[in-house]
C-alpha cells in the first residue's frame, strides 16, 4: 500500500474536507483519505491510483491541486 501527500488550493472548511474525501475515496484502489483545510494537506493510501486521478477527483470536488 502507498501512501501520496498533496496540497490543494481552495479548501476552507470542513465542508471543504468531506467533499474533497468523497470524491478521492471514490477512486478505485483508495483505502483512506484524510483532508485538512487549515494547511491545504490531502493525504490519500491506497493501491492501484494515479496522480491523474486524484486531481480529477479534486476538480470534481471544486478545488486543484497547488
Known amino acids: 500500500m502507498a501512501t501520496k ?3 490543494v488550493t481552495g ?5 471543504c474536507e468531506m467533499s474533497v474525501k468523497e470524491e478521492v475515496g471514490d477512486i478505485a484502489g483508495v483505502t483512506e483519505v484524510t483532508a485538512d483545510h487549515a494547511t491545504g494537506a490531502v493525504s ?8 491523474e486521478q486524484v486531481a480529477a477527483a479534486i476538480a470534481e470536488a471544486g478545488y486543484e491541486l497547488a
Open 5 to 7: 501527500n498533496y496540497t
Open 11 to 15: 479548501m476552507t472548511c470542513g465542508h
Open 44 to 51: 490519500v493510501s491506497g493501491e492501484g491510483f494515479t496522480d
